[in-house]
């Protein structure tokens, strides 16, 4: 098949914005069931699809699928993955690639050695690593997916490396700087060579998490590597570390660990997003606790009500379940206000943040909360969530709030307000969907219909997960401030994604206004 400059640009697709779950174990026991636990415990990361590798010698075993992993995996699913090692995927919907089962992950390849892989985050140069692949290293690509072109690049890096036949560490080690050389992003990946190992590394920045972990048993050291150290802790394996930033960690088929720093200038830059939303709270990400940090958010907000809003009449303060509760006791706590539970979550409705579409997202708002009419009768409440994005869900449980008969709501957000598009791995990616973007405070309460709104400080964001480790000195705050840590993100690059997003229309500054007031006339805004 001849490919064309054009077929480049149209298999950009901006659904490849993945915030995903990954989990990787090497075992000395059949490695199927844990590898399905691992990623139960990982499927608030996503939700639309889920695969599972396992390896048996030099053979491969694989099932993916679109669907939750419950759905995904059967018994005679389960049997057919073979093998004492093994990786797993789960991926969210996003609005290119939600109903797309040949995007589910592991991916493979079978040049120059059979490699399988997983991937969470996003390479921002897609485009043109898809070009050097097929032009200069003759490779060929499937999908649009840009884990199937760091694969491909992975791969090629292997076959290049100078050095013997035999695939060893040092080799592996090399073609991994290979990838960081050539590869502009986030990403966190695990991988498995047939025959020889499991690779696991991270970005130069680590802007996406992985953790490592290990047990002992009769037989000798397990391994484990995953997004979050809460499914080490489901799986009984004790949390050794996290990969550092360009770092790689290769288990090999005789059970020994290695690793090495493979980037020439890493430096720690973590994803704050993770802290606030992403990720669970039972979970430590850079040595962070989640939990910890988004009571510290709590406090800190608490702060800022004292400083500047002493004059808001608050009877009770309600979370946004699930997210928000640390965030939203500590307030209370903090301000000697009673903290109320004054929504109940239909746990069988997925997360709205994640859910493609605009009616679906709105839709599904009602479905998944309803007010307990006792806690807002009459009540100045104050509504705590743990972030606005869109903008829609906000307005919804405001509304609710007023239906069930409080007096006055007020909305506080642990976080700044989202103006900017994250562009490395979460799915919130145009300025106009965005609803903090060319608004002030004011009139974003107008827009979600809170008589006032109280966002969190980025500095004191900072602040909450700083404190609790020092070492970390720098985050990825791109989605509030248009900082972006790789320092390649360009406006051109925005306004691609934009264009794609709209179907290939490029947005102007009167297009998003337009889109604004006639989402504000129809009562939609951006969630």
Known sequence: MRWRQADWENLYIIGNLDMCGIIGI???????QLLYDGLLVLQ???????????????????????????????????????????????????????????????????????????????LINTDQLKEDLYRLDLRHVNTASDSEVLLNVLAHELAAVDGRQQLEAERIFAAVAGVHRRCRGAYAVVAMIAGHGLLAFRDPYGIRPLVIGE??????????????????????????????????????????????????????APCIFEYVYLA???????????????????ERLAEKIRREWADVPIDAVIPIPDTSRPSAMQLANALGLPYREGFIKNRYIGRTFIMPGQAMRKKSVRQKLNAIGMEFRNKNVLLVDDSIVRGTTSREIVQMARDAGAHRVFFASAAPPVRFPNVYGIDMPTRQELLATGRTDVEIAHEIGADALIYQDLDALIGAVRELRPLLTHFDTSCFNGVYVTGDVTEAYLDQIEAARNGGRASSTLDTLQLDLNLSSSGRNAA
């Open 26 to 32: 090497v075992s000395h026991s059949p490695v199927n």
């Open 44 to 122: 608030h990361r996503g939700q639309d699809a889920a695969g599972i590798v396992t390896a048996e010698g030099n053979v491969f075993h694989m099932h993916k699928a679109n669907g939750l992993v419950r759905d995904v995996f059967r018994t005679r699913d389960m049997r057919n993955l073979l093998g004492n090692s093994g990786i797993g995927h789960v991926r969210y919907p996003t609005a290119g690639n939600a109903s797309s089962s040949a995007e589910a992950q592991p991916f493979y390849v079978n040049s120059p050695f059979g490699i399988v892989l997983a991937h969470n985050g996003n």
């Open 280 to 298: 669970r709270p039972d979970s430590v990400i850079d040595g962070v606790s989640v939990y910890e940090t988004r009571l510290r958010m709590g």
């Open 215 to 268: 047990r002992q048993t009769e037989l000798g050291t397990e391994y484990m590597v995953a997004s979050e150290s809460v499914a080490l802790d489901v799986l009984d394996f004790r949390v050794v570390r996290d990969v550092m930033p360009g770092e790689a960690v290769f288990i090999d088929r005789d059970g020994r660990m290695h690793s090495r720093q493979c980037s020439e200038q890493p430096k720690y």
